[in-house]
């Protein structure tokens, strides 16, 4: 009997992925080594065109065999005939075509002198300062990941001088450096440092991560040149990677943090800028899938659009317009070989479902993996090829059943994403269409997650308690987010930027209840299980019991089951959730509007920026003045959007009280993110190296730099007043100013009524005790530790002349200074004393005559 011609495709790109396992296993035992033998891989390959000459032979062919039962409801034909003798042949063509392509392309290859992994130093003396450096001479490729002061950049390297000899060598190395100067994909340049292997962790290897992109070497300690000369590297690649740039810039502008990190990773594949805290709950939760491009979104996205366009196009009606949305999505998010990989499969999958046959989507599932395979066997076992795969496969084999389940609550989900026609009129049309936008999104994203989740539970080593109820929770959100978002890229990047705007208050409510949602079910006691001993046996059981329930029978009587199961408990149905949506968003935006406008008192935050200073001033009629910003603009710009409406992105006024990186850093790239009306700072910061790019920024965005000293004031309305305490005018010849930064920080005094804040910025004692002698007014309700408390700062007799009554500490838990000292705290005894360490962000308000306090220690005193 002979196997379908239809599957025949899908069984030998199985083979030929098992034998690149196998190579892999034979080249861990030496076979078949550094010779010429691996080069060889293509040729049996070449003989697969010809193994059906072999079913000619009549001597070959096998005799008929019982009838076999196949899983005939997941998509597979029931052959007619045993396998011929041809299969066998090229089943076994394409394990040796496998094994022989990873020995071409093995983790460790055979380095010659001409290879740049050839000089590599071992991982040990990667941080020997006495190991020998080379200097490479390369252009950029990929796209610079930035973030909080540091940017990653990946070389491909063409020449090695090492010891004053010039070697040409081929390579790919990876370095970090500071962000600014920001390199460009395709920019020449030299770099000297230590060259070394990746090293590799007790539970990760991180080489065998850089290797499957290519990269074999790290440098380190690098000293960076640009050099003269064209841009190097694809010109198609520099119009991609220019058009990301500028749509990172966009999102960064319009949105506050964490959202707009997760909108550069969900829109755009940029998940440097993720807080650590919050990313760590997403994987909490088990759904660390949806904040980076992967085979999870693009499958999202396919779906999404095949299911839109089959309501108002019916299904071959929106195939073409679905596989444009998908390769503008691709194009959009910046083209690289995992969104890229993503995309084949997303439009793979739309192709089959249009042809009706699941059997199809299976088959060109398998023809995408094996093609991607040829091309790096290493992609094998990159987590982002294996959810890819995982993703579509779920789509591919789920969805129709989820569809049918969901059905049954209301005819709102009758179409589905496989619908064949679109409603009869075009009200309907726009009806289902909307409905769809919520409908859709969630029949997708539990197919995809059905398939998924194994793989998270294997590779992040926890089993997310919560992982279903999250991803039901934030499922209807993702659409929101994918299609709202890219739309306002589009939009953004042609130059309609208020237009850009006004769409990305859709993408901002998504993206504000998925961090809610993961944010809520994070905290629930016991959300999640660790699961070091799921391994791989564990992984191969669990997609064995899914296979069951899939193939087994029992998938459409579960999925009847319930059905009636929540009928019965009597659930409304779900006719009207498009109108129910936007009754909620239009709620929820006026009730955040109306808690966001100016209530009449002045507000003060001392942000929680770690171990540095930030603080947000609010007047009575809303506005805004930040002093200092800390030492992470990540960190700084998630805190203001924590306070700030997130529309709202204005500040009216930015003071640097000195250059010093834990109070200036966070504010360096403010002018690019925030529309800055002023700003103030002291001449020696106006001159200072270190604030150099600080100002850049702000003359970038042509913002007016002010320099005060003691004796200026800035009326900032409503009975509010900034007075400039210290330092004094450098041409007034006072003794001091040509000591630390510090005593030339600027001492700010905030007035409202009867209330006033001492802001005294790293201020040390010698810059104090001048105040005291010059009689300077420094008694105030609120004191701002200087210098996060250290013992330099914040004298007793200095702390009697102020007399606060509530103190506050902007200080970084468990920081490497021991702050605040016990000398300061000792000083401060018998006032309300307030930490970011131990409080987080602390709001004051105060109508000029109380003060309000939150958070408010329990055992506080009255201020």
């Known amino acids: 009997m002979e196997v379908p011609r239809s599957m025949t495709l899908l069984y030998l790109a199985l083979a030929y992925m098992a034998g690149i396992v196998l190579g892999r296993l034979a080249w861990e035992f030496g076979w078949p080594g550094c010779g010429r033998l691996p080069a060889l891989w293509p040729l049996p390959l070449l003989l697969l065109p010809w193994t059906p000459l072999l079913n000619r032979l009549a001597w070959l062919r096998p005799p008929a065999t019982g009838p076999i039962r196949w899983p005939a409801s997941a998509g597979f034909e029931p052959p007619r005939r045993g396998p011929a003798v041809a299969l066998w042949v090229a089943l076994a063509l394409c394990l040796v075509a496998g094994l022989l392509r990873y020995g071409s392309r093995p983790y460790t290859p055979c380095w010659t002198p001409q290879d740049l992994a050839y000089y590599n130093l071992p991982p040990n003396r990667a941080m020997d300062r006495s190991a020998p450096t080379v200097t490479l001479v390369g252009h950029v490729i990929g796209y610079p990941q930035v973030t909080d002061g540091r940017q990653e950049i990946r070389l491909a390297v063409h020449a090695l001088i090492q010891q004053g000899r010039e070697i040409s060598v081929a390579g790919r190395v990876r370095f970090v450096t500071a962000a600014h100067p920001r390199y460009q994909y395709g920019q020449p340049l030299r770099v000297q440092g230590r060259l070394a292997t990746p090293p590799d962790f007790e539970d ?177 076992w990159d987590v982002g090829f294996q959810l890819s795969s995982a993703a579509t496969a779920g789509l591919i084999l789920f969805t129709p059943g989820i569809t049918r389940l969901f059905s049954r609550l209301g005819p709102g989900f009758a179409g589905g994403p496989l619908a064949a026609t679109a409603p009869p009129d075009w009200a309907a049309r726009g009806k289902s269409l909307m409905r769809g936008l919520v409908e859709d999104g969630l029949l997708v994203t539990l197919a995809a997650n059905i398939t998924t989740l194994p793989l998270v539970v294997f590779y992040f080593g926890r089993l997310s308690l919560v992982s279903l109820v999250t991803n039901l929770l934030i499922a209807p959100a993702q659409p929101l987010i994918m299609l709202w978002g890219s739309a306002a890229l589009l939009v953004g990047v042609l130059g309609l930027a208020w237009l850009a705007q006004a769409l990305l208050w859709i993408p901002w409510l998504g993206l504000a209840w998925t961090v809610a949602m993961v944010r809520w079910t994070a905290a629930w006691p016991g959300a999640s299980l660790s699961v070091a001993e799921y391994g791989p046996a564990a992984l191969w059981a669990t997609y064995a019991a899914i296979a069951a329930v899939r193939w087994g029978g029992r998938w459409r009587p579960l999925a009847g089951r319930v059905g009636a199961w929540l009928r019965a408990q009597g659930h409304r149905r779900l006719t009207q959730p498009a109108t129910a949506g936007a009754l909620a968003v239009v709620l929820v935006l006026t009730w955040w509007g109306a808690l966001t406008q100016p209530d009449g008192r002045l507000h003060l935050y001392f942000l929680d920026v770690g171990q540095g200073d930030g603080i947000l001033i609010q007047t009575p009629s809303g506005r805004q003045v930040l002093v200092d910003g800390g030492s992470s603009g990540q960190q700084l710009f998630s805190q203001l959007g924590a306070v700030m409406p997130f529309w709202d992105r204005e500040l009216d006024l930015v003071v640097l009280t000195h250059p010093d990186s834990d109070h200036m850093d966070g504010q360096a790239e403010l002018p690019l993110r925030f529309h800055v009306g002023q700003a103030m700072a002291t001449e020696a910061t106006r001159i200072s190296p270190d604030a150099a790019l600080w100002r850049a920024n702000l003359a970038a965005q042509g913002v007016t730099l002010t320099t005060v000293h003691a004796g200026a004031w800035l009326d900032l309305g409503d009975g509010v007043a900034l007075w400039v305490l210290w330092p004094p005018d450098p041409a007034s010849g006072v003794d001091g100013l040509e000591e630390s930064d510090n005593e030339r920080s600027l001492v700010l005094k905030l007035v409202y009524g009867n209330f006033s804040a001492l802001l005294t910025g790293d201020a040390g004692l010698p810059s104090e005790e001048r105040l005291m002698a010059q009689g300077a007014p420094l008694a105030a309700t609120v004191l701002k530790v200087g210098h996060h408390g250290s013992k330099s700062s914040t004298g007793p007799d200095f702390v009697a002349a102020v007399n606060p009554a509530v103190a506050v500490i902007q200080v970084g838990a468990d920081n490497d200074y021991g702050h605040p000292a016990p000398d300061v705290l000792a000083h401060l005894q018998g006032r309300l004393v307030l930490r970011n360490d131990l409080h987080g962000t602390i709001h004051l308000a105060t109508d000029g005559e109380r003060l309000w306090i939150e958070p408010m220690p329990a055992d506080a005193p009255e201020p």
């Open 204 to 380: 990760f290897s991180y080489r065998e991560y850089l290797a499957r992109q290519g990269v074999h070497s790290l440098l380190y300690s690098p000293r960076v040149q640009s050099l003269p000369g064209p841009r190097q590297g694809q010109p198609w690649m520099r119009v991609l990677y220019a058009f990301r740039a500028r749509g990172e810039a966009l999102i960064n502008r319009l949105l506050p943090e964490p959202y707009a990190a997760l909108a550069n990773g969900m829109l755009l594949g940029i998940e440097a800028g993720i807080p650590d805290e919050l990313y760590d709950q997403f994987n909490l939760t088990g759904t660390s899938h949806v904040i980076v491009i992967s085979g999870s979104n693009v499958a999202l996205v396919a779906g999404l659009l095949m299911a839109l366009g089959t309501r108002l196009l019916g299904r071959r009606g929106a195939l073409v317009p679905t596989l444009a949305g998908i390769a503008g999505f691709a194009l959009v998010v910046g083209g690289d070989a995992a969104v890229l990989r993503a995309a084949l499969m997303g439009g793979l999958y739309v192709i089959a479902v249009t042809l009706g046959r699941r059997s199809t989507a299976l088959v060109s599932l398998a023809a995408a993996c094996w093609a991607m395979t040829l091309a790096n066997p290493l992609a094998l």
